[in-house]
């Protein structure tokens, strides 16, 4: 015979497990929910068809050390960083192709990001020459117009805006590995990144490399990845042939 | 007293022989000296390029460094290389040991696989005034106008031995900081219209070409140099 106080027992037990069971899946549910709406709420927005434009590549020979002027039409989104990952993305595509000029393996993937930004800072005592000047080697500054009467906040906002830019190119490990080594080969590849860049986005004047985000000495043991290249060392092929 | 007088008499008679002698002697004064300097690109385990007989960049430089300055030995001219052996150099160190020696010619030595020919790197540095102290990265700077020309002569010499050359600018940390008339010469083979082989790295016809045609340039340059 079962004592009445464990049948009471047993009873509250039994109630209290059905209650826990239920509450727990009313707070699953409750989780789903939330994780579902969550979702829903993330800012994602339906990838835009970008129509097609002409595009200038400056695409490497090998065979004769020169550089040629394409042009194609490519759908170019609006912004100008995402418009400079394109285009150099479809010159590294070219470089990849079976029977390419400049044969480079890697292709489009190999860029990872370009960034634009200010090409010069423009400081109370800098020489204001019309054109560029060369400080030294490795910078150039760049100042356009005359920046003397003017207030340096304005200024640098205008720069921002119409001034020149530098492009940071920064390229996968993987790419500069995979290239083929030489000093003519590796010249190439840069000068041709540095003209399309120029000849699309004319206001990139400047050109620095970055190699999985950080500094790396040569592309593959010959072109200096430490300087600044300037986009008027990429000159038309006519200028490099001998 | 008298031995004093005949003394005095000796020194003005020996003083005034040796003026028509030293007179004489002028025009034969040795001339300056004129130094090379063959720099063996990569080195140790920085191996360079891939060729394409399965050889190291770094192989081939050094063999053809030894061969050049044979040549240059057996043209009386002195060669100071940047490396003997399969060591590691830093671009610093090369560019040191060039400066050091004081040079009128800087061949930087490569290989490649890619392109055709003998192609001539010039630093692309901006034309420079000579300083007494130049900045160690743009040091070439300076030298530039006379990389140039010296570029050209080799051009000249290799274009004479029927080998096709390429001229360009570049960017490299080694050169950019030698304080002597600089040129990156980068051999790759000899192609044909059709971009077929004619004469690879391998082929020992082909190296000893190049190198007497850089022998040959260097001749030249060293007589250009000692008429200016």
């Keep these: 015979m079962i004592p009445r106080y464990q049948k009471i027992i047993f009873g509250l037990l039994l109630a209290a497990s059905v209650a826990m069971g239920v509450t727990l899946w009313h707070l699953r549910q409750r989780a789903h929910e939330r994780l579902i709406a969550g979702q829903d709420s993330a800012p994602t927005s339906a990838p835009q068809i970008a129509p097609s434009e002409q595009a200038t590549l400056l695409v490497a020979n090998d065979s004769d050390g020169s550089l040629l002027t394409q042009f194609l039409s490519l759908p170019l989104p609006a912004d100008p960083g995402a418009r400079a990952r394109a285009v150099l993305g479809k010159l590294l595509d070219l470089y990849a192709a079976p029977d390419a000029a400049h044969p480079v393996p890697g292709g489009a993937s190999s860029i990872i990001q370009v960034f ?4 010069a800072d423009i400081g109370p005592g800098a ?25 340096s906040g304005a200024l640098s906002q205008e720069t921002e805006q119409t001034g020149p830019q530098l492009a940071v190119v920064n390229l996968t490990g993987a790419f500069a590995a995979n290239h083929p080594s030489g000093i003519e080969t590796e010249m190439l590849t840069v000068l041709s990144i540095c003209g399309t860049l120029h000849a699309n986005l004319p206001r990139v004047t ?37 | 007293m008298h031995w004093i007088k005949w003394a005095l008499a000796t ?14 002697q002028a025009p034969s004064a040795p001339q300056a000296r004129f130094v090379v300097v063959l720099d063996a690109a990569h080195g140790g385990d920085e191996t360079g390029g891939r060729l394409a007989n399965g050889q190291f960049e770094k192989t081939f430089t050094l063999a053809l460094s030894t061969r050049l300055r044979s040549l240059l030995a057996a043209r009386g001219i002195q060669a100071v290389t940047t490396r003997e052996s399969d060591a590691a150099v830093e671009s610093e160190k090369r560019a040191e040991i060039a400066n050091h020696a004081a040079a009128q010619v800087c061949l930087s030595l490569h290989a490649s696989e890619s392109g055709s020919g003998v192609h001539l790197f010039v630093s692309s540095l901006p034309p420079a005034q000579l300083t007494r102290f130049p900045a160690w990265k743009t040091a070439q700077g300076a030298w530039v106008t006379r990389s ?36 990156a010469v980068e051999i790759a083979p000899e192609r044909g219209a059709l971009n077929e082989t004619t004469a690879g790295l391998g082929d020992p016809g082909y190296q000893a070409r190049v190198a007497a045609a850089l022998a040959a340039a260097l001749v030249e340059w060293r007589t250009e140099a000692r008429q200016q």
């Design chain 1, 127 to 151: 020489a204001n020459p019309a054109k560029p000047k060369l400080a030294d080697s490795r910078t150039v500054v760049i100042l356009p117009g005359d920046s003397s009467a003017r207030p």
């Design chain 2, 11 to 24: 020194l003005v008679a020996s003083g005034m022989a040796a003026q028509p002698l030293a007179a004489q």
């Design chain 1, 116 to 119: 634009l930004l200010p090409a």
């Design chain 1, 206 to 242: 400047q050109v620095r490399f970055l190699v999985d985000g950080a500094q790396r000495s040569t592309l593959a043991g010959h072109a200096d990845l430490t300087r600044t290249y300037l986009a008027a060392d990429a000159v038309p092929a006519e200028e490099i042939r001998p």
């Design chain 2, 148 to 183: 140039l020309k010296l570029a050209g002569v080799l051009n000249s010499a290799l274009q004479q031995a029927s080998i096709s050359t390429t001229l360009g600018r570049t960017a490299m940390p080694a050169i950019d900081s030698m304080t002597c008339p600089a040129v």
